[in-house]
């Protein structure tokens, strides 16, 4: 199996769960956020409910990926202030969005015009963001390549 392959089918099985649980609606996201309905807070609490004891199982049974046979490991860095920034720049941007990268694809794939406004304010975001890591790091990295990291 190629890994873009697999990453599209897992990518469009996610895009219909997003679109049926009406996650793609900025409406629902919008009560959400007022805190008027929590049914998308369900959602999310139970996908990382899910996520945080099957990934536990899998890497204490020393489990490898099944596209790139890599073993199921990660490490654990301690909370720093680029990842407050980062939230808070998240929070701010689904919050005027009534969106998220996920379901701002789903909403591209429905056929939602304003998908693409936040495809591509998420583009520019990554833009200025590449353009951060360069300028701290001399000029010489792009995020993806080989010793580019984020600050």
Do not use: Y
Not at 52 to 67: D, M
Not at 111 to 136: E, K, T, Y
Request: aromatic letters at 6%; charged letters at 15%; proline letters at 5%.
């Amino acid at each position: 199996m190629r890994p873009r392959v697999v990453a599209l089918a897992i990518g469009t099985a996610f895009g219909f769960v997003l679109s049926w649980a009406q996650v793609s609606d900025p409406e629902i996201i919008r009560r959400m956020l007022l805190l008027r309905e929590v049914d998308v807070f369900l959602i999310m609490a139970s996908a990382i409910a899910v996520a945080a004891i099957g990934l536990q199982i899998l890497k204490r049974s020393q489990a490898t990926a099944v596209v790139t046979r890599e073993p199921v490991a990660w490490t654990v860095a301690r909370p720093s202030w680029r990842h407050v920034a980062g939230s808070a720049i998240f929070g701010v941007g689904w919050a005027l969005a009534g969106t998220c990268p996920g379901p701002m694809a789903a909403m591209i794939g429905e056929g939602h015009l304003g998908g693409l406004f936040v495809a591509a304010g998420v583009l520019a975001g990554i833009g200025v963001q590449n353009r951060a890591v360069r300028r701290a790091m001399g000029g010489s990295a792009v995020l993806g390549e080989p010793g580019a990291t984020c600050v």
